[in-house]
């Protein structure tokens, strides 16, 4: 199975400054034919669903803020939350749909300073 | 809108089965794939399998080949999750959500169903 792990598991940023946070994979989810890469970034609020963010490594999903962005390739990625807001604060996962079984980073937690 | 109405809580003893349900609306049921994807307490997102809501086809995780099931019924725009041999482990919240693009990132989720396994 491809292995998602997330750094780091937490962060504390102040309102207004730049959040990071990476994804790596144990194995290349770039598929060469297309020159895609098979990954998501999910934000999840307590008591709520996953909220899909990005796909494909770097494709902003309608309605999705521009202070989030995503980056990277083959195994190394980046969700950049640009400017954060209040309420930006939740946990956030990677998720690989390369290869079945399709599987997430372990999340990391994102609040305010 | 695309919305997923899930079946409710359940409470089941080690060994025994469930099935839940999602029900879908606000578009056209079959032509996107449905997957399961389980949250267990502290642990991270677990993707089981899906189903493609339109031929019935289906794919399973191998951790849980054999003990899932994945079925649909276009005329009720439902997708149901069979679990058996149910054990403690199994205690999770159970999403569905909708496929968009046909390749596995999920761009519509329910809101869950508790599933609780305790003897």
């Known amino acids: 199975d491809i292995v998602m792990t997330q750094s780091p598991d937490s962060l504390a940023v102040s309102l207004g400054e730049r959040a990071t946070i990476n994804c790596r994979s144990s194995?290349?989810?770039?598929?060469?034919?297309?020159?895609?890469?098979?990954l998501a970034w999910y934000q999840q609020k307590p008591g709520q669903p996953p909220k899909l963010l990005i796909s494909?490594?770097?494709t902003r999903e309608s309605g999705v803020p521009d202070r989030f962005s995503g980056s990277g390739s083959g195994t190394d990625f980046t969700l950049t939350i640009s400017s954060l807001q209040a309420e930006d604060v939740a946990f956030y996962y990677c998720?690989?749909?390369?290869?079945?079984?399709?599987?997430f980073g372990q999340g990391t937690k994102v609040e305010v300073k | 809108q695309v919305q997923f109405v899930q079946s409710g809580a359940e409470v089941r003893k080690p060994g025994a089965s469930v099935k839940i349900s999602c029900q879908a609306s606000?578009?056209?049921?079959?032509?996107?794939?449905i997957h399961w994807v389980r949250q267990a307490p502290g642990r991270r997102l677990e993707w089981m399998g899906w189903?493609?809501?339109?031929?019935?086809?289906?794919g399973y995780s191998h951790k849980f080949q054999g003990r899932v099931t994945i079925t649909r019924d276009t005329s009720a725009s439902t997708v149901y999750l069979d679990v058996n041999s149910l054990r403690s482990e199994d205690t999770a919240l159970y999403y569905c959500?909708?496929?968009?693009?046909?390749?596995?990132?999920?761009?519509?989720w329910g809101h869950g169903t508790l599933v609780t396994v305790s003897s």
């Open positions: 959500a909708r496929d968009r693009s046909g390749r596995g990132f999920l761009d519509h």
């Open positions: 998720h690989q749909y390369f290869r079945s079984p399709q599987t």
């Open positions: 194995q290349s989810i770039l598929f060469s034919s297309n020159s895609k890469n098979y």
């Open positions: 189903i493609d809501a339109g031929n019935g086809k289906t």
């Open positions: 606000g578009y056209t049921f079959t032509s996107y794939a």
């Open positions: 494909w490594a770097s």
